[in-house]
């Protein structure tokens, strides 16, 4: 099912999007650059903030976006590139360019990027990853 580079790295970034997502839609209070609260079901629990928003923890949005940007430019613009090394040059040259003016956008966007590399070329931390 996840053969490719490119639906490794799609399936990566979906992972990113619903984790973000999760936290968006749960949280009910930041405590601190660690932790917040998050309301379930059964309760309000204290949560530790997911490590996927790397610097951007109080701008959860913004890495949604960064995230949500980067599976486009995946989907749209490989130009038949196929190959772990040329969709992270791919990936890397975007975020320079849409991110050049924001220093916190663009390291995050690398940080991702680096992740989803290792993910994708690696089965094993691949398979562990999709069963989230």
Same mark, same amino acid.
């Given at each position: ?22 936290? %968006? ?7 601190? %650059? ?22 951007? $923890?109080?701008?959860?949005? $913004?890495?949604? %976006?960064?995230?949500?940007?980067? $599976? ?8 038949? $590139? ?10 890397? %040259? ?39």
């Amino acid at each position: 099912m996840y053969i490719t580079p490119i639906t490794r790295m799609v399936c990566v970034l979906d992972g990113y999007l619903e984790i973000i997502n999760s936290y %968006q839609r749960n949280l009910v209070m930041d405590i601190n %650059q660690d932790f917040h609260l998050e309301n379930t079901e059964s309760g309000i629990y204290v949560r530790r903030n997911p490590e996927s928003l790397h610097n951007l $923890k109080s701008e959860p949005g $913004k890495a949604r %976006q960064i995230v949500a940007h980067m $599976k486009n430019t995946l989907r749209g613009g490989c130009g038949g $590139k196929n190959n772990i090394d040329s969709l992270e040059t791919l990936l890397k %040259q975007h975020a320079s360019y849409f991110y050049q003016n924001d220093s916190d956008s663009f390291l995050f966007a690398e940080s991702v990027v680096c992740r989803m590399i290792e993910l994708a070329a690696d089965d094993s931390q691949f398979s562990e990853f999709s069963y989230f």
